[in-house]
């Protein structure tokens, strides 16, 4: 086998991955924090961003968060790997799925530049519309900007996509 063939090989086998758990943190609207088996693993979900720090509506966008998976049993279908402690994926409360929850509600938007799949984005365009929870003072652009200083996907960098 050789260098590119095996390289796709241990990248099929990432983007099958799949971590189970429990959830026992959340950092932030899209991150936190998974007991899986004794490993802790810190996810964060892959395609979208949320408001962060002071930022209008980051408040209610990680009480979301933590009230759909805080001490839930959770299953993460892994779209990246950062790092030994940290993964990026699609995280699944029995047949919740977070990240389209998130999007929904408008405590999220999705992160056109680093996404293959517009899956998304009827749902994030039914919030904007209606003027749901971030979009009631954010724009499309802002979103933008937002996804660049923090990307969802791993192993990319603010600098590499300006």
């Not at 892959?46 to 009230?67: C, E, H, K, V, Y």
Request: hydrophobic fraction near 50%.
């Amino acid at each position: 086998m050789g260098p590119l063939s095996a390289a796709a090989f241990a990248l099929a086998a990432l983007a099958a991955a799949e971590l189970a758990g429990r959830v026992i943190a959340v950092e932030s609207g899209d991150t936190l924090t998974l007991d899986a088996g004794g490993r802790t693993v810190t996810v964060r979900l892959a395609d979208i961003s949320a408001p962060q720090g002071p930022a209008f509506f980051a408040p209610g966008a990680r009480t979301l968060l933590a009230n759909m998976t805080l001490d839930q049993g959770a299953r993460v279908v892994v779209a990246g790997d950062p790092g030994a402690a940290r993964v990026v994926g699609h995280v699944y409360v029995g047949e919740l799925d977070v990240n389209l929850a998130l999007v929904k509600r408008g405590a999220a938007w999705m992160c056109m530049e680093y996404t293959s799949s517009t899956y998304y984005l009827p749902f994030q365009n039914a919030a904007m519309r209606q003027r749901i929870g971030v979009w009631s003072q954010m724009t499309s652009f802002d979103t933008r900007v937002a996804c660049r200083d923090r990307p969802p996907v791993a192993g990319a960098s603010p600098a590499a996509t300006r």
